[in-house]
């Protein structure tokens, strides 16, 4: 069964940093695109981060750039988010999913929230 | 950046009757050299993920009820749920994949009435 797990969620305060990270199984990581999206309380979807399959091209919303950092080690068939500077308006659920055009596999969420 | 613009925000549907929803994005999704719209949907319920109903506007992903259907090219689509379950409520939204950074509507949400 195709599968990602996110893990890495938590409280952290104004300023911090937090490492999001994905575990898939069930298909071939390395031959895909993938993302994290995210949803804020009360909110819609956000796509925020793509990274190609061999992590030689990375894209990213406005709000995050400079500030977030996707990455993956396909050898240990894994994606994170490495979330610096966080905000008060970076909480929300983060979902990592498979980009196969469009999105056809979704973990099942961790929850970040910055507040101090 | 492609802006996708759903309405309603909200509509309710009696049981057994017809939903249907809009999306418009601020320019084509239409990729010329395949005839292909970059134009998905997803269903999300409360607690759960996203769920991938339709990509390409209109091609339905595997084990999706051929109740929902999507229609439209270019700039305007529709999601249509020709009869309504329970266990359709949820929020729809659209989805472009046409340029490298994604972009969602804001949804619409579906209620029973």
């Known amino acids: 069964e195709v599968q990602l797990v996110e893990s890495g969620g938590g409280l952290v305060q104004p300023g911090g940093s937090l490492r999001l990270s994905c575990a898939d199984s069930?298909?071939?990581?390395?031959?895909?695109?993938m993302s994290w999206v995210r949803q804020a309380p009360g909110k819609g979807l956000e796509w925020v981060a793509n990274i190609k399959y061999d992590g030689s091209e990375k894209y990213y919303v406005e709000s995050v750039k400079g500030r977030f950092t996707i990455s993956r080690d396909n050898a240990k068939n894994s994606l994170y988010l490495q979330m610096n500077s966080l905000r008060v308006e970076d909480t929300a659920v983060y979902y990592c999913?498979?980009?196969?055009?469009?999105?056809?596999?979704w973990g099942q969420g961790t929850t970040v929230t910055v507040s101090s | 950046d492609i802006v996708m613009t759903q309405s309603p925000d909200s509509l309710a549907v009696s049981l057994g009757e017809r939903a249907t929803m809009n999306c418009k994005s601020s320019q084509s999704v239409l990729y010329s050299s395949n005839n292909r719209n970059y134009l998905a949907w997803y269903q999300h319920r409360p607690g759960q993920p996203p769920k991938l109903l339709i990509s390409w506007a209109s091609t339905r992903e595997s084990g999706v009820p051929d109740r929902f259907s999507g229609s439209g090219s270019e700039t305007n689509f529709t999601l249509t749920i020709s009869s309504l379950q329970a266990e359709d409520v949820a929020v729809y939204y659209c989805q472009q994949y046409y340029g490298t950074l994604l972009t969602f509507g804001g949804g619409t949400k579906v209620e029973i009435k």
């Open positions: 999913a498979r980009y196969r055009s469009p999105l056809d596999v």
């Open positions: 069930g298909f071939t990581f390395s031959s895909y695109w």
